[in-house]
């Protein structure tokens, strides 16, 4: 079965789980810590700053820290009495009223409301009216009863300075190893993706612009290296943190916790309905990108002829229109973006407040029920913080599903059906080549080669010859099992080429194209291609036996010379001789020459002709030419017409039968005379 696009990014992740576990670990830590904080305010505020209000007893002498002295007697507070304090007298109440505190001889209510006047306090409660009489207290009395609460309050300060320290250290541990588990997910996802359009086979890249498989091994696993940055590092930040600010408003009021789960159906609906949007916008979005990096390469690749026959104008506006659609779906997720994310988390925020200040101002309406400050500060702490996180969640739907379409992207490369690399050494084989009854079409229908049969033996030099479409080039393609025939077998000294992986069959092969590709490095890479097997000497050899010293050796750098994309930088007769190094270097038992010569002028022709005698010694030698000047010294020569062979013998032999190839040849002579005069 078929797993999902978010099924398989998470297979992905499990190959790093140790460090994201390890992350998460530290991210609960740091979370823990610091919300740690509004509880040790909490504490701060309602037991310190504001303990002096409350029950206090009178004691027999000052006993400890904790003790106060007041007229000539002792006091401390109700809920600090241990077995060991004697007990004086009844409990006394310190009251405050707006800003000044009144000490009263008696034990009265602490809720209720407030009032004094001429020094008669009065407090209402819900059932009933206390009147009391009370003393204010000056600066000077006041004092002593907050001196005992100094250094408890500077304890939890600092104990909350050193928790947000610790919280740092895992904070950076978290962010450090999430980021790094994303960064090695996406390396290996690009590396099994980038591996696995080795595995594929040729014909797909027959109609598939470089540019959209360049865009998806680059763009589209940058995407999803964000997503998992984001998820990891963002998202389990958010829902961890989330998590610990519901614990923490369950202990302070588990009704008020309960009203604020009501957050999370609302956050999921949302991210449903903005997937379902954001998931048809993107996917064009991407495609769309895809198409520009291939538009772009194409019209950097053509620009000479693009210029040559001014089709500047043309070529700017296919690209506008991809891009003016590119540009119209962006705005669309712009719109989607603006009216689902910031400004919807800023409307929630204002309704959760809204229902905080309902749901306790309603209770102040009692008499008997007064939510304490370090309460009240707590709770709008929590609610604050919550919606931070909320924020970050919704913030980074836009690149989350940017990045799930990204996936389908890559995940549907990575489907298409590869075959195994393998690279399994075979013994160096002689070169006798079988083609036996073969039939091969590259689309099941126009059939390219027709019931062919031929046999090149080992050491020989056979060409094919031909009319465009005649099928040369599909030859030299089953034989490097680019493709495999539908019809009849391929042999070398009579092993059955599908025997072998694709790898194999081409490991003792050499092949020199029309037009020789160069990598980007130097003259010397160029002919090793980096493999380890193959000297610098070696190399140095090969092109000197070739004749590519002559031109070499004139170089600032020599087989150091640096190399640009293509070879640009050297004629296509200096190329060529790079090539015809590069093939010799490997020492192919089959050498293949695609046409080589075909677009050499008739000075450099001479040149690589000595080159290409080198070359040939000793090995079997495929070649296809339309200059019959250039193969007369073959073994066998084969004329093809539509698929089939028409005739076959050497040079001589086809002169004399006066056919296809006789009349091939008259009219390039014709040619060739006409041009002489």
């Not at 909490?42 to 007893?57: A, C, M």
């Not at 241990?82 to 008696?106: K, L, P, R, S, W």
């Not at 740092?168 to 962010?175: C, E, K, N, P």
């Not at 013998?649 to 296809?660: A, M, Q, S, V, Y």
Request: contains cysteine; negative net charge; aromatic residues 10%.
């Amino acid at each position: 079965m078929k797993l999902s696009t978010e099924k398989r990014l998470f297979h992905y992740a499990l190959h790093f789980k140790k460090g994201i576990l390890i992350g998460l670990a530290c991210l609960v830590i740091a979370v823990t810590l610091e919300l740690a904080g509004p509880l040790i305010a909490k504490t701060v505020i309602d037991e310190h700053i504001l303990g002096i209000e409350g029950n206090w007893q009178e004691v027999m002498d000052e006993q400890d820290k904790y003790t106060v002295p007041y007229q000539e007697a002792f006091y401390k507070r109700s809920d600090r009495i241990t077995g060991e304090d004697e007990i004086m007298g009844d409990e006394v109440t310190i009251f405050q009223i707006g800003t000044a505190y009144y000490f009263i001889n008696e034990n009265v209510p602490l809720q209720g409301k407030r009032s004094v006047e001429n020094g008669i306090i009065t407090i209402q409660t819900a059932d009933k009216t206390v009147t009391v009489e009370g003393e204010q207290l000056v600066l000077n009395e006041v004092y002593p009863f907050f001196k005992p609460e100094q250094r408890p309050i500077l304890m939890l300060l600092s104990l909350y300075m050193i928790l947000l320290i610790i919280a740092g250290f895992f904070q950076f541990y978290q962010t450090f190893l999430l980021q790094k588990s994303s960064n090695q997910i996406v390396k290996k996802m690009r590396n099994d993706l980038f591996a696995h359009t080795q595995r594929i086979p040729i014909n797909y890249y027959v109609d598939q612009p470089a540019g959209k498989i360049v865009a998806r091994i680059t763009n589209d696993t940058e995407a999803i290296r964000d997503l998992y940055e984001r998820v990891l590092s963002i998202v389990f930040t958010s829902i961890i943190y989330m998590g610990g600010i519901f614990i923490a408003l369950f202990i302070l009021d588990a009704k008020l916790g309960l009203m604020c789960l009501l957050i999370i159906p609302l956050i999921i609906g949302w991210m449903k309905a903005y997937k379902y949007f954001g998931t048809k916008y993107n996917t064009v979005i991407r495609s769309t990108i895809s198409e520009i990096n291939g538009n772009i390469n194409e019209a950097v690749q053509g620009m000479p002829i693009i210029q040559a026959f001014h089709r500047e104008k043309k070529t700017k506006e296919e690209f506008e229109l991809l891009n003016e659609r590119h540009f119209t779906y962006q705005r669309k997720l712009v719109k989607l973006s603006a009216l689902t994310l910031y400004n919807l988390v800023t409307v929630f925020r204002n309704l959760a407040f809204v229902g905080f200040i309902w749901y306790f101002g309603s209770f102040s309406l009692e008499p008997g029920s007064i939510i304490s400050i370090g309460m009240l500060y707590a709770i709008v702490d929590y609610l604050t913080r919550l919606f931070e996180p909320v924020t970050d969640i919704v913030n980074q739907l836009p690149l989350i599903e940017q990045a799930r379409v990204a996936g389908n992207r890559v995940f549907e490369l990575m489907d298409h059906d590869g075959e195994d690399v393998v690279n399994d050494k075979v013994s160096k084989y002689r070169g006798n080549i079988v083609f036996d009854h073969v039939t091969f079409a590259y689309n099941d229908k126009d059939i390219v080669l027709n019931d062919m049969s031929f046999t090149v033996g080992a050491g020989q030099t056979a060409a094919f010859v031909g009319h465009t479409g005649s099928g040369k080039s599909s030859i030299m393609n089953l034989l490097f099992r680019f493709y495999d025939p539908q019809k009849g077998e391929i042999t070398i000294d009579g092993y059955h080429t599908k025997e072998w992986s694709r790898q194999q069959v081409r490991s003792h092969m050499g092949i020199v194209l029309q037009d020789p590709f160069l990598f980007s490095g130097t003259i010397i890479s160029n002919v090793t291609m980096n493999d380890p097997t193959i000297s610098r000497e070696h190399a140095i050899h090969a092109l000197k036996a070739v004749g590519a010293d002559r031109f070499i050796e004139k170089l600032p750098n020599k087989y150091d010379e640096k190399v640009t994309e293509g070879g640009s930088t050297f004629s296509l007769g200096e190329r060529q001789l790079l090539s015809f190094a590069r093939a010799l270097a490997f020492d192919p038992a089959i050498l293949i020459l695609d046409e080589a010569t075909a677009n050499i002028d008739t000075e450099t022709e001479s040149i690589i002709q000595r080159a290409l005698e080198v070359l040939k010694e000793g090995r079997t030698t495929l070649v296809i030419a339309h200059r019959l000047s250039t193969i007369q010294q073959a073994d066998i020569i084969f004329v093809l017409d539509h698929g089939t062979i028409k005739e076959q013998g050497n040079h001589t032999e086809l002169i004399d039968e006066k056919g296809l190839y006789y009349q091939m040849y008259q009219m390039q002579q014709g040619k060739l005379k006409s041009k002489a005069v």
